[in-house]
């Protein structure tokens, strides 16, 4: 084998392994932050309107306190809903996961393109180093994103006044 099929081989490889280990990393997770964004402002609106639904159709001899209870539980899963998508940023990880996913992809798109290009090894070792270079900057930038979203206090953080 010679050093132009050595080269063009880990290139491929290369560009397999982007494929497979980021933008199906970034895809599934995306569409696993979609799931949950999407299940928990249903869960939300269903309640407030279940709630809203069930009162009104008692009667003062089906006010039980079971039915108090219902009454009391419903809204408070609508709220715990509401309370997780808003508190834990869940659709703005998702699209900055999909954001990931489009560069990942586009990457890919990218490096297939340019292999077609390559005539000589210095051609395939530069699309080689490039790859490796916008991989890095594309995790680095989802990195610095993510961890810019949440922070460090990004559950409930509250002000101290000053005295």
């Known amino acids: 084998m010679n050093d132009e099929q050595n080269t063009r081989e880990a290139l491929l ?21 979609h799931r949950v964004w999407y299940s928990l402002q249903l869960v939300s609106l269903l309640c407030g309107f279940l709630t809203s639904i069930f009162v009104a159709f008692q009667t003062k001899a089906t006010w039980t306190p079971n039915i108090k209870l219902i009454c009391a ?41 340019e292999l077609l290009k390559c005539k000589m090894p210095e051609d395939f070792q530069q699309l080689f180093e490039t790859i490796t270079q916008k991989t890095n900057e594309l995790e680095n930038e989802q990195s610095n994103k993510y961890f810019s979203l949440y922070g460090s206090n990004f559950i409930a953080s509250f002000p101290t006044k000053k005295t």
Do not use: C, M
């Open 73 to 113: 539980i419903i809204p408070l899963i609508g709220s715990l809903a509401s309370t997780i998508v808003l508190q834990f940023k869940v659709f703005e990880t998702w699209r900055l996961r999909e954001e990931g996913r489009i560069s990942f992809h586009n990457l890919v798109n990218y490096a297939n393109s």
């Open 13 to 33: 490889r290369l560009i397999d392994k982007v494929h497979r280990q980021y933008e199906t990393w970034y895809a599934k997770v995306s569409r696993r932050n």
